[in-house]
Nanobody
Framework: EVQLVESGGGLVKAGGSLRLSCATS????????IGWFRQRPGKEREGVSC????????YYVDSVNGRFTISTYNGKSTVFLQMTNLQPDDTAVYFC????????????????WGQGTQVTVSP
């Protein structure tokens, strides 16, 4: 069974940092891309970052570029999202998702999703 499980969310003050983890199982990790998405209150879900596992290519949305870093721990089939200088506008439920067809293209190429982890940034 393909599974993705997020962890690491929480409450942090503006300027603080969190590291989210996405633990994966049930598929060949190296053949996939893993994306991080977020759903902010009252807004549509947006892609935040993505990594192509087999070559390490990374992508970031402009609003987090330079503040967030996506990385992998291949031995544990885990993807991290290190978030620094967090701002209240980063408050959201963060999801990771797996794609067998890369990072580009519509969200529906991400066939499997985790349950999400809440990140709340206070002023």
């Amino acid at each position: 069974e393909v599974q993705l499980v997020e962890s690491g969310g929480g409450l942090v003050k503006a300027g603080g940092s969190l590291r989210l983890s996405c633990a994966t199982s049930g598929f060949n990790f190296d053949d996939y891309s893993i994306g991080w998405f977020r759903q902010r209150p009252g807004k549509e879900r947006e892609g935040v970052s993505c990594i192509i596992i087999n070559d390490g290519t990374t992508y970031y949305v402009d609003s987090v570029n330079g503040r967030f870093t996506i990385s992998t721990y291949n031995g544990k089939s885990t993807v991290f999202l290190q978030m620094t200088n967090l701002q209240p506008d980063d408050t959201a439920v963060y999801f990771c998702a797996a794609s067998a067809t890369g990072c580009s293209g519509p969200d529906n190429q991400f066939a499997t999703w985790g349950q999400g982890t809440q990140v709340t940034v206070s002023p």
